[in-house]
């Protein structure tokens, strides 16, 4: 799938199935809201904590997708095409950081 494709598809969802688009500011708070639910995860799984019993069968990948969701919703109802930006995006970092990383020291010493 695209990520235009994406975006009309949950553009046809948010309009079938879940009525109409939550107000920005409400999908900024979500999107806030499964971004912490990703770092939950990973500060467990990855980090020093540990999970709790109510833990044990959380889904990274389905809170990635969640984050992409509200993500989506974000830039339907701001009109911004993900696939440009995206590209732009990347032909910044291939020009701006184009040696950037290579040439940081702390990066190199691992």
């Given at each position: 799938m695209t990520l235009k494709e994406a975006?009309?598809?949950v553009?046809?969802?948010i309009n079938t199935t879940g009525?109409?688009?939550f107000d920005e500011l409400t999908?900024?708070?979500l999107l806030t809201e499964e971004v912490g639910e990703v770092a939950r995860i990973i500060a467990r799984k990855y980090g020093e904590q540990s999970f709790k019993k109510?833990?044990?069968d959380v889904d990274?990948?389905?809170e990635f997708a969640d984050v992409l969701f509200v993500l989506?919703?974000?830039a339907n109802q701001t009109g911004v095409d993900l696939t440009g930006a995206f590209e732009k995006n990347?032909?910044?970092k291939e020009t701006r950081d184009k040696y950037r990383h290579k040439n940081n020291k702390k990066l190199n010493n691992k």
């Open positions: 975006q009309n598809r553009d046809q969802w009525v109409r688009y999908n900024m708070a109510s833990d044990e990274l990948a389905d989506i919703c974000l990347l032909e910044k």
